[in-house]
């Protein structure tokens, strides 16, 4: 068995959540986006997240709005929607239920 498709695989499970989480404190950049995961121990490419921002904008999720940038192009700022704060609330309790449900599963002292 190849440890290396699993690990990828778990990581892709959360990483929509992760992002969606950044966002929702307030708009996002994606270079900022892939810093504060990488500060944060989680890998993140750009071309993961740009198709996976794009999908999200397409099913309404996100939003976003072009911003001047003192040093360079016009940068495209990203939000959730209404319709992607009732979807993180959705995914938000999904995660606890699993953070929960696996910590209990893979403790230790039992």
Do not use: H
Not at 1 to 8: G, K
Not at 33 to 43: N, P
Not at 51 to 74: C, D, F, H
């Amino acid at each position: 068995m190849n440890i290396e498709n699993t690990q990828s695989q778990m990581r892709k499970g959360v990483l929509e959540y992760c992002i969606l989480s950044i966002i929702k404190r307030g708009e996002a950049y994606p270079g900022d986006i892939i810093d504060e995961m990488k500060s944060a121990g989680l890998q993140l490419l750009e071309g993961t997240l740009y198709p996976l921002l794009n999908r999200l904008k397409n099913a309404e999720i996100l939003t976003y709005q072009w911003v001047e940038s003192s040093s360079g192009p016009p940068r495209k700022y990203f939000r959730l929607t209404e319709k992607g704060a009732k979807f993180y609330t959705l995914l938000e309790a999904t995660w606890q239920e699993l953070a929960t449900g696996v910590s209990v599963v893979t403790r230790q002292d039992q």
